[in-house]
Structure formats: C-alpha cells, structure tokens
C-alpha cells in the first residue's frame, strides 16, 4: 500500500520505517527541514536501538522517502497523523496545535476512499472534531483513531511486533471499508495472532493515556511505599517481590527509584486531568494529582540523601553523576529525573559532572550550565559522592573495586535500586538506596 506519514519525530520516523519493514510504500513529511534532510541522508535524528539499521535498509530498498512538501501525501491510501502533544506552557492541557495544523496541511491532498489515521495521544473529543474537518474537506475520506503503545528503547520491536492494536472507528460502511485498509496495513502483526480491539474513538483515544496513568500510577505506589520503608526500616525492594507474586499486582513497574520522566507519561497524566475538568469528571482523576506529586518528590529525597550523605553541606563537593537520559536505551531527557536532580545539585553549589553513553548532547541544550563527560571514569575522578541516577546496563554492570580506586570517596547513591548493595559494601563503599536499609 502507498502511506504517507506525517510528522517525523520519534513516533512518526520510527512508524514511517516500520510500514517499509512490512512491505509498504511510504513517504514521510515534515516541516524541518534539516530534520528530513538527515532523515533522508540515513542519519537518526535521536538514539534508538535497532532504528538506525532499519531506517538504512528502508531507504536502501526505495520504499521509503522523506519531504517537507504536504502535496507528497497525494496518492496515498492511508495518512498516518504522529506529530507531537506536548504539554502547554503553564498549564497542564495537551497542547494540539501541531496536531490542527497537521490535519490542516493534509486536508487539500485527500482523495475520496483515503483513510486518515490518528495515533498521536489527544485529549478525549479530539477525533471527533477531527472527523468533522476530515468530512467536510473530503466527504469521501475516513478518519480513525489508531494510538500508539512505543515504549523508548523498544520502539522497533513495538511497532513491528505490537503486544495490542486498537481501532477507533465511526459506525457504518465508513467504519467498516476503513477497518478492511487497517486490517491490510497491519497485515503482518495481525497475522501473528496480535490481539486487535476495534472500539469508538473516545474508548480508542481514552486507552493510551488510561495506560499510562495505570503505569505512573504503579510507579508512584511503589515509591509511596519506599518512603514508609525509609522510617519503618523496611525494604522496598523485598517489598515489590513479595506483593508482585500476586498475579492480580505483578512484578513489572514496582521497581521504586527517582521515578518517572519523559515525554509521555508526566504530560500524559496532567492533559488526562485538564481534560477530565473540562468534561466535568475532574473528581474521577484527583488521585493523579498525588501520583505526580509522589513522583516529582522523588527529585527533593535523592537531593536530600545527598545533602546528609556529605555531612549537610553540598556546596563545593564534587558529584559524579551517571545518567542524563530519562531512561536507558533512549537519548531523551524531557522531564527527566536524572537531569533533573544534576541541575538541582548544581543550584546548591555542587560541582556536578554529568556523564551518559547517548544523551548528553540533548541534556546540553537544556542545561548548558552543567559540566559533562564522555565516560564514567572522567566523571568519577576524586569525586566525592556518585550518583547513579539512570539504569543504562554499563552503570550497572560497574566492578565497585575498580571505581573505588578513582574516586576521593567511596559513597554512592543508587536512585534507581538497580546495584547489589552488599558487593558495593563489601568493596568499601557506603550505599545508599532509595526505601533500602
């Protein structure tokens, strides 16, 4: 089938070189234009396992090109709308311009039988409204609502092998020929028995950011929980075993630590609430205001720790930090905790060097006041407390005899709960966990 893909960012690029991978003809638009020549060029505009190896085959075998010109969508049979929602400044909606001006670009190029697919996370409402423009511009041309599950560092996997695919779709004929082109588009992952849920647009716009609000939600339990085992004297980590035997909770997203950042699940949360006051059902979603709050309280107790690990004073102490990303496998850094506390140690008069394997030309750009290193020894060297504030495998995996070698002080704080206190310890090192003894 001909695809065209609109907006190329994470979720659209990665999409984009996916449907190749599938067999499909597609062309992928965008209005930066350096960010298309790069694309186009075979050069990843960000860090993601697998997408670089993907996107030069994509390109290699003719299916796939990139344009900032919207007249390229013409011709194609479905239009894949995956620009961004960022949360607007100063407040907690979705911010939907960039989704109104991509449907706006697209409105002149649609063809009778052309199949409009959202996957962008929208507020509640959104594809109906949508719809309407799509109707009226094009009364031939279907709009559904198809969301995206990517989790950063598995994006490939996710799209290729998807663990559920949702359909939103309008009733009638409309609904159903657009059914038979989605059912054609995702051919390959449907064939490997995907579970597929075809639903209405509110439930289909409603599932993604019901998701992550369920995930922040585990997360920021399981930290509440961390900061009663701190004054009880209990372990957290046992903790999250014992009650993640119960098939009913589950191990995953129980692992307590600095908490949640990124792209999606803080913005995600706090447009699920604005949107929820809108519609008048803000009391179905006040216990989010708590999720958000026991999570950006994370940030304030490895700040914390370390003040009281350095005897209360953090000014002039060197701090090695390792971790600028979000997360692992990812080289994003919007709203990330580990980011976030490096800038906050450095406000107390820190001198903090910040060390990652993929993000810190990204952490740069938002905080150019901090020092950042290549590598972990660079970032160590006499430092007098580490912090290890992003579970990336290498940091991990660090031999704890070695490190203590290279530093003035053997004293770490493990914010992710991700090393063996005990080997740490029996290297000499005092270890601090978050809701650890």
């Not at 190329?8 to 638009?29: D, P, S």
């Not at 706006?104 to 949508?130: C, E, F, I, M």
């Not at 719809?131 to 599950?149: H, K, S």
């Not at 701190?230 to 903790?239: C, N």
Request: aromatic share 6%.
């Amino acid at each position: 089938m001909r695809v065209s893909v609109v907006g190329c960012g994470y979720l659209g690029a990665v999409h984009a070189a996916c449907m190749t991978e599938v067999g499909h003809e597609v062309v992928g638009i965008d209005v930066d234009e350096a960010k298309i020549a790069a694309l186009s060029a075979g050069e990843t505009p960000f860090f993601e396992p697998e997408f670089g190896e993907l996107l030069e085959r994509a390109l290699s075998s003719g299916r796939l090109r990139f344009s900032t010109k919207s007249a390229d969508a013409a011709g194609s049979q479905v239009h894949f709308v995956c620009v961004g929602t960022p949360q607007k400044a100063g407040e907690n909606a979705a911010d939907m311009r960039y989704v109104d001006a991509a449907f706006t670009a697209l409105a002149d190029h649609l063809a009778p039988g052309d199949v409009v697919v959202g996957k962008s996370t929208v507020p509640v409402g959104t594809a109906t409204r949508l719809a309407a423009r799509v109707a009226e511009v094009q009364p031939g041309a279907t709009l559904v609502w198809n969301p995206e599950f990517l989790r950063e560092g598995f994006a490939v996997q996710d799209t290729l092998h998807p663990d559920r695919i949702v359909y939103g779709l309008p009733e009638g004929p409309a609904g159903q020929r657009a059914r038979a082109v989605l059912d054609e588009v995702y051919a390959a992952p449907l064939a490997e028995g995907m579970p597929l849920v075809v639903t209405d647009y509110p439930t289909a716009e409603l599932v993604k950011v019901a998701a992550n609000s369920f995930l922040a939600t585990k997360i920021s339990f399981i930290n509440a929980m961390a900061e009663l085992c701190e004054v009880a004297g209990g372990d957290v980590s046992a903790l999250a075993d014992a009650i993640g035997h119960d098939d009913r909770i589950g191990r995953r997203f129980l692992n307590a630590g600095l908490g949640f950042g990124g792209g999606c699940l803080p913005k995600d949360i706090r447009a699920f609430m604005a949107r929820a006051g809108e519609l008048g059902a803000d009391q179905a979603l006040t216990f989010l205001r708590e999720v958000d709050t026991i999570n950006l309280r994370r940030r304030d107790r490895v700040v914390e720790i370390a003040r009281q690990v350095l005897d209360g004073s953090l000014a002039g102490r060197t701090i090695a930090v390792l971790g600028a990303a979000f997360k692992p496998n990812s080289d994003d850094v919007r709203d990330s905790p580990a980011l976030d506390v490096a800038a906050r140690l450095h406000g107390h008069g820190a001198q903090v060097r910040v060390t990652d394997p993929h993000a810190l030309a990204n952490a740069a750009r938002i905080h150019p006041d901090l020092r950042y290193v290549a590598d972990v020894k660079q970032a160590v060297a006499d430092a007098d407390l580490v912090l290890l504030l992003t579970e990336w495998r290498e940091y991990v995996d660090l031999d704890p005899t070695e490190l203590a070698i290279q530093v003035r002080s053997t004293t770490i704080i493990d914010a992710r709960n991700v090393l063996d206190p005990q080997a740490w310890r029996n290297a000499g090192w005092t270890y601090r966990g978050l809701g650890r003894p």
